[in-house]
């Protein structure tokens, strides 16, 4: 299951964590069998199993437990009461004091984020049902006086067997029905283009959709040729501020009506939405809907597929970054081969998570111990500094920086560095060394003092590539001097959060 929840809102404080061991039962009945990730509020995901019913399970964990896990086993209580075919189901919460967790339905298949990333914008039937799934599953959590409070590509999951469900409720003071509704619209959004529209529907890990010189949004049309007027007038509505928004359960019947429309929308055959049900909810012998189920199911299975293997070459070879992914300006990001040296061709560096620890030459190291996730490949989990108010610069504090220094194993040729974050504005800069300086904070204050192997960029976009010029390093220090905007949080808030770090570049013999 890819289940990636990216968090809008990250909690403030910041979070322990706990070393839960594969194999160890919970409540004498859950047994952790993988970690597959943590998501930004730094909740572990693992994949379980349930040894009494014998099925697989998804556990949230959390640390601590008690009134900080309210909100989380809150949500997942009034969850659970709902049964939908576009809801994950939730089996169970439990709060252990130290720790807390839900367990719920273990979904095969993969995220929206994930599916647009690799194959990139969708043809506007396919984008059209899983916004209506997504529509249908928020309908029946706001008819409980519920809202879901983290409607984003990374909680929007699409089976192997076809079925979309919504995962991961977060409903805590933030969240709203407006809010959920509008977030239905930017899934639309998100799953024509490719792109997220941040000031509509919260900042996520995805680029930022296109805008024009006046900072308003592209309707998708002008981004992708082909796409219905109906569709497209739709998505650029709910993420308009001056409109009225409809309820979900009107939303749901506008989004449904636009499969009813004979073949006038769409070039091919018209979608069938019901098609995303869970197979008990249609009969067998329904012959129509199950022939559109089988093109629809085998429609999506080839973007699933096509998702886990694609090989998408980020920092090299011509390529112009992630398909269906822009900048903030709206210009595909523009990467140039790496030059090569005489050891050979630039390659990904392989970096393990013990080679890397946070550099702060004054005040701590925030989150060192979470520093891993910075290297892990993982889109779901990211390192993140404290949160600091009232400054981009550390809050006023006397902290001249933060940064992360990278062992790379051996002396390096580093030609270039790609940074993906989840948020655009920081100023970043390289510098490296042949040769350590030991873990202190006099040693950190040396590692400053490196030289720069790589020009400073300021209001760096959240997918930033810094040229290493191939200056020969074995130590590497990627050195943050200004903190982005978390505006979630509020105006004055400024946070950090880096979801991966590669580097390529030509190792000695």
């Not at 299951?1 to 322990?16: G, N």
């Not at 919504?166 to 003071?173: C, K, Q, S």
Request: hydrophobic share 40%.
């Amino acid at each position: 299951m890819d289940d990636d929840p990216q968090a809008r809102t990250p909690a403030p404080q910041v979070l322990e964590y706990g070393s839960p061991q594969v194999g160890e039962v919970l409540a004498e009945r859950y047994r952790l069998e993988e970690h597959i990730g943590d998501d930004m509020l730094g909740r572990q995901l693992w994949r379980g199993a349930d040894v009494i019913l014998q099925r697989p399970v998804t556990v949230v964990l959390r640390y601590p437990g008690g009134d900080s896990a309210a909100e989380m086993l809150s949500a997942a209580v009034t969850a659970s009461r709902i049964v939908h075919p576009h809801l994950i189901g939730v089996y169970d919460a439990i709060d252990e004091g130290d720790r807390a967790y839900v367990v719920r339905e273990w979904v095969e298949g993969t995220s929206l984020r994930k599916v647009v990333a690799s194959y990139g914008p969708l043809e506007a039937d396919k984008a059209v049902a899983i916004a209506h799934a997504v529509a249908a599953a928020v309908s029946a959590l706001h008819d409980t006086g519920m809202a879901h409070g983290n409607v984003q590509p990374g909680t929007v999951l699409i089976g192997d067997d076809g079925r979309v469900v919504l995962g991961d409720a977060r409903a805590d003071e933030a969240a709203t029905v407006e809010s959920d509704i509008r977030a239905v619209g930017a899934v639309l959004y998100c799953a024509l283009t490719g792109n997220w529209p941040h000031a509509e529907a919260g900042v996520t890990a995805e680029a930022d959709a296109s805008r024009n010189a006046a900072g308003v949004i592209l309707a998708p049309h002008q981004i992708k040729a082909g796409i219905p007027n109906q569709v497209d007038q739709l998505a650029v509505d709910l993420l308009n501020p001056n409109l009225d928004l409809p309820t979900a359960d009107v939303l749901a019947q506008e989004l449904g009506h636009l499969d009813n429309a004979e073949g006038s929308l769409f070039a091919d055959e018209p979608l069938d939405l019901d098609a995303f049900d869970s197979a008990a909810m249609a009969p067998e012998s329904s012959t129509p809907t199950g022939r559109k189920m089988a093109i629809v199911i085998a429609a999506l299975l080839v973007i699933a597929i096509a998702g886990t293997i694609a090989a998408v070459n980020t920092l090299g070879g011509g390529s112009s970054g992630t398909p269906g992914q822009q900048q903030a300006n709206g210009a595909p990001p523009s990467v140039s081969a790496p030059p090569t040296t005489g050891t050979g061709a630039a390659a990904p560096i392989a970096i393990q998570a013990a080679s890397v620890r946070v550099v702060a030459p004054v005040n701590e190291r925030d989150n060192n111990d979470r520093v891993g996730a910075a290297v892990d490949g993982d889109p779901n989990s990211a390192w993140r500094t404290n949160q600091y108010f009232g400054s981009a610069n550390f809050g006023n504090n006397g902290k001249p920086g933060i940064g992360l220094m990278i062992d790379l194993g051996k002396e390096t040729s580093v030609s270039a560095v790609q940074i993906d974050m989840v948020r655009g504005g920081a100023t970043v800069e390289l510098k490296g060394s042949p040769t350590p300086v030991d873990n202190s904070q006099s040693g950190d204050q040396a590692a400053v003092a490196w030289p720069t192997i790589g020009e400073k960029r300021a209001d760096a976009p959240t997918k930033l590539i810094l040229p290493g010029q191939d200056q020969r390093v074995r130590y590497l220090l990627i050195w943050f001097t200004k903190l982005p905007n978390s505006p979630n949080d509020g105006a004055d808030r400024f946070r950090l959060e880096v979801i991966d770090v590669t580097v390529r570049g030509a190792q000695s013999p």
